[in-house]
């Protein structure tokens, strides 16, 4: 069984990132970037298939600019076998996105993608359900717990009601949620062999895919400030302010 | 890279000057190990005066203490100091020196052994001490001295198939929990010509030890080693006898690099913290950063340690194309440490009474500051090998 792993260079989630003066975009110019957490656990997933000996094959895959090959570094030293890097300096929308995994998988013919929910720097939660448009194949998001049985495989979901388990043909689609495992460290010895293993380099013409974004970005700009909150004296007050000020009851 | 907007030192981007993807990935490991396994404790950890001993084998399965070493003994030889940058600078970043002094022990107890040592030893003491299994340790430092190696008075003689071994060694790090000793003694006549290596066992007999307390370093374990009349085989000589001094001075310049990455990490986090406090702390009806005597303190911490930064990536680059730069490790060792000096105190100024309170980075760090300056070679060493190098 061939497993692909989408991975996505992103800001580390301890960067508190800005936006830029001319309020075009975040500024990443001077940021720390990593791999995107849930993609993280989307790598660790195929590779403990990979140990349990249902999966053969491990292929990490990301569509960035050319330092994107470090993450792909990461999910080669996590375990994954070989890597392919969509190289493109345009700033890709989740559909985009799709449609180039949906080129690769015609070329490997995976039997399952595996790919985080989200990305935490646009946290769009898209590419996974539209790549599954795209292919055809079967689909389950926000998986919790995977296991297989053949020719299909059984996904716990996290849905707001609670766990809801679906069956899927392969090959099939899964987007990862937080509590499907927790990743194995990167070790020394393993980012050292990583570097043996090969990363194809593909570009979004050689795919055939164009990737003009098809929305506009008008402005980026921080949050507002939180205001001091104040302490009210009783119910009655708190539920005026709420009624007369904050406008959220009426 | 430009700095513009401040968030954090441990924010931004490695140089891609001197750092490749490797560097980036352990930086990862690293930045999400320690995240997880080591910064959560480092409170518990330093009031209790030790760490759990798990903690060697949770670093061993990372790769942590075998970086360096060679693979026929488990070992991960990349030589590059551009790898022990990352990993100071990581382990910085968590504040918890005490705790990296003696998980890191080996790092100074095996070389010598790697250097001289003979196959038999090598294979004994090298595998089980990187796997996090068994913990290496250093004993150079007398009570009588520890800046005058070549001067030091441990005796060892032989008698029969033994040395005995009289003496004792003072501040040494892992002293208590150690299960190889690299000790140094003084086999012949005067002065570093006189000076081996032994390696002396936890077990042996007449061999004790007892802890210290310290002003910093509390999950460090210190010790003041005794040996009366110990019993040391002479198949534990490390290399050749009277030929140990040049064991003892393999450890100096990785050491003295790893210090020199510590202190700047120490003080960017001294930084860090004080800039986050001044920006929410309102005095006088603006925040504290808005006042004029706290903003030049913050821009004199960067001052310094932009310009320590730059001379430890660009002395840790000649390292890496073979040079051996004395003058420069010497120097910046004593920069790096007076940067953390003044970080340090800038900070614990800025938190105001919340920087004397127990249980924060910067209160703690300002307690590490000494052994910095002091360890691995002085401030007033370094500058007088410094000014020894350069023929003055
Ligand atoms: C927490 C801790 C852990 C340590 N761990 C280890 C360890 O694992 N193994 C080990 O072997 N040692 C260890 N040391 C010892 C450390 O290396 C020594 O403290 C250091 O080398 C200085 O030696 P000393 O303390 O004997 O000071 P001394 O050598 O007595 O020096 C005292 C002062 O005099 C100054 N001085 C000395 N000579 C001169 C001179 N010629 N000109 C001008 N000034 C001079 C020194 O700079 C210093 O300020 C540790 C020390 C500490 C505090």
């Known amino acids: 069984m061939k497993i692909l792993v989408a991975v996505k260079r992103v800001a580390d989630y301890n960067v508190k990132v800005r936006a830029k003066s001319d309020q075009s975009g975040p500024d990443l110019t001077n940021v720390k970037m990593a791999i995107n957490p849930f993609c993280e656990i989307a790598v660790e997933e195929a590779v403990r298939l990979k140990e349990k000996g249902v999966a053969t094959e491990v292929i990490a895959v990301s569509i960035g600019p050319k330092v994107a090959q470090e993450q792909i570094r990461t999910a080669l030293a996590l375990g994954a076998d070989r890597g392919i890097l969509i190289e493109t300096d345009v700033a890709m929308e989740p559909l985009a996105i799709a449609k180039c995994l949906k080129q690769i998988c015609d070329k490997e013919s995976p039997d399952m993608v595996l790919l985080g929910k989200q990305a935490i720097d646009g946290d769009n939660n898209q590419t996974g359900q539209m790549l599954g448009a795209l292919t055809g194949y079967a689909q389950a998001t926000f998986a919790s717990e995977i296991t297989f049985d053949g020719a299909s495989a059984s996904v716990i979901r996290e849905v707001d009601g609670g766990l809801q388990t679906l069956e899927l043909k392969l090959p099939a689609i899964v987007t990862t949620d937080l509590r499907l495992n927790e990743p194995r460290y990167a070790s020394l010895p393993n980012i050292m062999k990583a570097k043996k293993k090969p990363i194809d380099v593909l570009t979004t013409e050689e795919l055939g895919v164009d990737v003009t974004p098809r929305t506009k970005l008008l402005k980026a700009e921080p949050p507002a400030e939180r205001k001091a909150g104040i302490k009210v004296e009783d119910v009655a007050q708190l539920v005026d302010k709420l009624k007369n000020e904050a406008k959220v009851i009426v | ?392």
């Open chain 2, 1 to 392: 890279m430009a700095l513009s907007e401040f968030d954090s030192w441990f924010n931004q981007p490695l140089s891609p000057l001197y750092y490749n993807e490797d560097h980036q990935a352990w930086r990862n490991t690293l930045r999400r190990f320690i995240d997880a396994e080591i910064a959560p404790f480092v409170d518990e950890w330093e009031e209790a005066g030790t760490f759990p001993k798990d903690v060697y084998k949770k670093a061993a399965s990372i790769g942590l203490l075998q970086m360096g070493y060679p693979e026929q003994y488990g070992g991960i030889p990349v030589g590059d100091p551009f790898f022990a940058v990352v990993t100071a600078m990581e382990q910085g970043r968590a504040g918890g020196g005490g705790l990296y002094a003696s998980l890191n022990s080996h790092s100074i107890g095996l070389p010598p052994i790697l250097a001289l040592a003979n196959d038999d030893i090598k294979e004994r003491v090298i595998p089980p001490v990187i796997a996090g299994e068994k913990i290496a340790a250093l004993a150079i430092t007398e009570p009588s001295g520890g800046s005058d190696v070549a001067n030091l008075c441990t005796i060892a003689r032989r008698e029969g198939d033994h040395y005995i071994v009289n003496g004792s060694k003072m501040f040494i790090t892992s002293g208590m929990r150690a299960d190889y000793y690299t000790v140094a003694v003084r086999t012949g006549g005067e002065g570093a010509k006189g000076i081996s290596l032994l390696l002396i066992e936890k077990d042996f007999p007449g061999f004790t030890q007892t802890p210290l307390k310290k002003m910093g370093w509390w999950a460090s374990d210190t010790a003041a080693l005794y040996f009366d009349d110990c019993k040391v085989p002479l198949s534990n000589l490390i290399g050749e006898e009277n030929k140990g001094f040049s064991g003892i001075m393999v450890n100096f310049n990785m050491e003295r690099l790893g210090i020199i990455a510590t202190a700047n990490a120490l003080a960017m986090v001294c930084m860090d913290d004080a800039v986050a406090w001044a920006r929410e702390r309102k005095t006088f009806g603006k925040r504290l950063m808005d006042h004029q005597v706290i903003r030049h303190k913050i821009a004199e911490m960067t001052k310094r340690i932009l310009a320590t930064q730059a001379l430890t990536e660009q002395t840790a680059w000649q390292m890496q194309q073979g040079q051996t730069p004395i003058v420069e490790l010497s120097l910046l060792k004593v920069q790096a440490t007076e940067t953390l000096e003044y970080c340090a105190r800038e900070a614990v100024q800025i938190l105001g009474g919340a920087g004397f309170i127990r249980g924060n980075k910067v209160e703690r760090i300002y307690r590490d500051v000494r052994v910095y300056a002091i360890g691995g070679g002085s401030e007033e060493i370094m500058r007088d090998l410094a000014a020894r190098q350069l023929k003055l």
